[in-house]
């Protein structure tokens, strides 16, 4: 009688420890702290491919509301606020902030070098660091690029790890992304001087 007492107890108490962990929340970006009501939450896995992810995003942005793209793990949610404007910007950071993703492996921009997961904490630092002058970083920037028909496949593991070398970092800056499509490289401008020899 005693035994089956002490099992009901050791399973009341570990159901209740279970039920008494607490979610943390952690925000990556610019969250809107002022309504919440206009964040429209995104889950990566329902995207049918980057063209659909970056479209609805820019579609959420352009309907005065603010995209929320969330990333739920054991006792963790991770809200990424990625930036972006309904009217084009002209902006152009340096090649080292690109992320580019083919077949759901992030590479170095237009490069066939993948971006490992135990090199993460010094591209984060190194590449991704965004500086307006030399002397310190004013914030973290991640441009996540991908062809419009491409799965959204690897995008959410690598954001989950760069965002645990970000936390470990203990910084106040901002850890920003962006997602962009990939733009088509033209050929370059045919030579005149091989139009008159034709």
């Given at each position: 009688?005693?035994?089956?007492?002490?099992?009901?107890?050791?399973?009341?108490?570990?159901?209740?420890?279970?039920?008494?962990q607490?979610?943390?929340?952690?925000?990556?970006?610019?969250?809107?702290?002022?309504?919440?009501?206009?964040?429209?939450?995104?889950?990566?896995?329902?995207?049918?491919?980057?063209?659909?992810?970056?479209?609805?995003?820019?579609?959420?942005?352009?309907?005065?509301?603010?995209?929320?793209?969330?990333?739920?793990?054991?006792?963790?949610?991770?809200?990424?606020?990625?930036?972006?404007?309904?009217?084009?910007?002209?902006?152009?950071?340096?090649?080292?902030?690109?992320?580019?993703?083919?077949?759901g492996?992030?590479?170095?921009?237009?490069?066939?070098?993948?971006?490992?997961?135990?090199?993460?904490?010094?591209?984060?630092?190194?590449?991704?660091?965004?500086?307006?002058?030399?002397?310190?970083?004013?914030?973290?920037?991640i441009?996540?690029?991908?062809?419009?028909?491409?799965?959204?496949?690897?995008?959410?593991?690598?954001?989950?790890?760069?965002?645990?070398?970000?936390?470990?970092l203990?910084?106040?800056?901002?850890?920003?992304?962006?997602?962009?499509?990939?733009?088509?490289?033209?050929?370059?401008?045919?030579?005149?001087?091989?139009?008159?020899?034709?």
């Open positions: 009688m005693n035994l089956k007492f002490a099992k009901n107890l050791i399973i009341i108490l570990l159901l209740a420890s279970c039920s008494n607490e979610t943390e929340i952690k925000n990556y970006g610019f969250p809107n702290n002022g309504n919440e009501s206009s964040n429209v939450s995104l889950v990566l896995s329902e995207f049918k491919n980057y063209g659909k992810l970056i479209d609805r995003i820019h579609g959420i942005v352009c309907n005065d509301s603010v995209p929320k793209i969330v990333i739920k793990g054991k006792n963790l949610i991770r809200n990424i606020y990625p930036i972006e404007h309904c009217e084009p910007m002209i902006y152009d950071p340096d090649g080292k902030h690109y992320v580019t993703f083919r077949k492996k992030p590479f170095e921009w237009q490069t066939i070098t993948e971006i490992l997961t135990e090199s993460l904490s010094n591209k984060l630092t190194e590449d991704f660091a965004y500086y307006r002058n030399l002397e310190k970083p004013e914030s973290y920037l441009i996540i690029e991908s062809e419009r028909d491409e799965k959204v496949n690897g995008i959410e593991k690598f954001i989950t790890n760069i965002t645990q070398e970000y936390d470990k203990g910084t106040d800056l901002e850890l920003n992304f962006a997602f962009w499509e990939v733009v088509p490289h033209l050929p370059p401008p045919a030579n005149g001087n091989e139009s008159e020899n034709e």
